[in-house]
């Protein structure tokens, strides 16, 4: 079974491109997500890269921006590439079949505010300039 189940905020507005063939649209964003840490250790965040392709791309270039809190469910993919310099780069990529939008509003509009009671237990409120990229 390859399943996975994502929340977190995305870390810069999501890449949107289209295929030349069937002019399909992949979009591409990475999202921040918190690991769950015992009482007294540091915190860590994992930074996976998301793909979506078709209408579900196109909502994301019209709805994400950086920031925004979102859900993904879809799977992990791993592929390989050859870099300028003839190395071999290893990927591992979400590809995503849904996304949720947890937080709503047009591009232009700043997220909706976030509220101490509106955040699930194991995560934190960040504010963008929190984001380190």
Do not use: H
């Not at 390859?2 to 992949?26: C, F, K, M, W």
């Not at 979009?27 to 979506?52: M, S, W």
């Not at 791993?78 to 300028?84: A, D, I, P, Q, V």
């Amino acid at each position: 079974m390859n399943s996975v189940v994502l929340i977190g905020r995305l870390t810069r507005d999501p890449e949107v491109r289209y295929t030349p063939e069937s002019q399909l649209a992949v979009a591409t964003f990475t999202v921040a997500i918190d690991r769950l840490q015992a009482a007294g250790k540091e915190k860590q965040t994992d930074f996976p890269r998301v793909t979506a392709f078709g209408k579900t791309a196109e909502l994301c270039e019209r709805f994400l921006t950086k920031g925004r809190l979102v859900a993904v469910q879809g799977r992990i993919q791993t592929g390989s590439y050859k870099n300028k310099d003839g190395a071999t780069v290893y990927t591992t990529d979400v590809v995503a079949d849904r996304v949720e939008f947890l937080e709503w509003g047009d591009k232009n509009e700043s997220a909706a505010p976030r509220t101490p009671a509106g955040i699930p237990d194991g995560f934190q409120a960040i504010d963008d300039d929190d984001i380190p990229f």
